[in-house]
């Protein structure tokens, strides 16, 4: 901000005058002529003792420091509008963080196995699959030698999404058998809570190897860790990531509670990374998605 000082000065000046008279000459006696002397002043003030006393007067004027006007200095003001559909903590929109239809990106991926290797990933909307209309988010490529994934999901309302199935696709090379993940009923997952607040959602699962097929009871709880993650990737660095973490307990881990995994996710690249990423140990985006 700046700061203007102003400093004005007023002077009074005043100013005095005197008069002067002029001598004549006699042929033998000089006598000095009477000399008659006229003050002129205004006003004249009289003394007591008759004499005429003079009053000299001393005008002073005072001069007003002229005004400055101080330009008013007006501070842009700025505020942002977040969308409607913005996430309470992450700040972004729910239409926004999502790739277009048809988008690619490349992940490197750890196998379950310690193979590292980069793959593809893609998004369709709208895919027709088992009588209804599903996004489904892959990864990896079917037939190949490494495993792939493939998620199908919905989204409901904005941070809402249900979950409709897993394919766990364990590739040529695995020695592994395929594994398919489903549910009774879509799994309504609620990503909308704040920092620490967590979503817990009860259902049963089933999974079905390519010989053999089991049912469970689990309980699956979401949590918002974090929006202030700062991680480092080939294409650059970066700030404000948010980290979620999943937790799953039901009869088939002896009734406790136990950490699945966790994900990253980044208001313009979508999920950047994962540290379980169901037939891959993790994956890290390694070009973003376009």
């Not at 090379?173 to 398919?180: K, N, P, S």
């Not at 949590?223 to 948010?242: C, K, P, Q, R």
């Not at 379980?276 to 994956?283: N, Q, T």
Request: glycine share 10%; aromatic share 8%.
């Amino acid at each position: 901000m700046r700061r203007a000082w102003i400093l004005a000065m007023c002077l009074a000046v005043g100013a005095a005058a005197a008069g002067c008279g002029d001598d004549d000459d006699a042929a033998t006696t000089t006598t000095p002529a009477p000399v008659e002397q006229t003050t002129t002043v205004a006003p004249a003030t009289t003394a007591e003792s008759g004499t005429t006393v003079a009053s000299v007067t001393t005008e002073s004027s005072t001069t007003a420091a002229p005004q400055t006007t101080v330009p008013q200095t007006t501070v842009p003001q700025t505020s942002t509008t977040l969308p409607a559909d913005a996430h309470q903590a992450m700040g972004v929109g729910w239409s926004a963080i999502w790739p277009a239809d048809g988008a690619t990106a490349v992940y490197r991926v750890v196998t379950r196995d310690g193979v590292e290797a980069n793959v593809p990933a893609r998004i369709d909307y709208s895919v027709d699959w088992r009588g209804g209309e599903w996004d489904k988010i892959s990864l990896g490529e079917v037939g190949g030698e490494l495993p792939a994934l493939a998620i199908y999901v919905r989204k409901i309302d904005p941070w809402v999404i249900e979950v409709g199935a897993i394919e766990n696709l364990a590739g040529s090379a695995a020695g592994e058998q395929d594994l398919f993940e489903s549910y009774a009923e879509p799994v309504l997952i609620d990503l909308s809570g704040g920092i620490g607040e967590s979503y817990e959602v009860e259902t049963t699962v089933t999974i079905e190897f390519s010989n053999d097929t089991f049912e469970a009871d689990v309980t699956y709880v979401i949590t918002l860790e974090s929006v202030s993650e700062a991680m480092s990737l080939d294409f650059g660095d970066l700030d404000g990531v948010s980290l979620w973490s999943t937790r799953v307990s039901g009869p088939f881990v002896g009734g406790d509670t136990i950490l699945l995994g966790q994900f990253w996710m980044h208001p313009e690249y979508f999920i950047v990374g994962t540290d379980s990423g169901l037939v891959f140990a993790e994956f890290v985006l390694v070009e973003p998605w376009e």
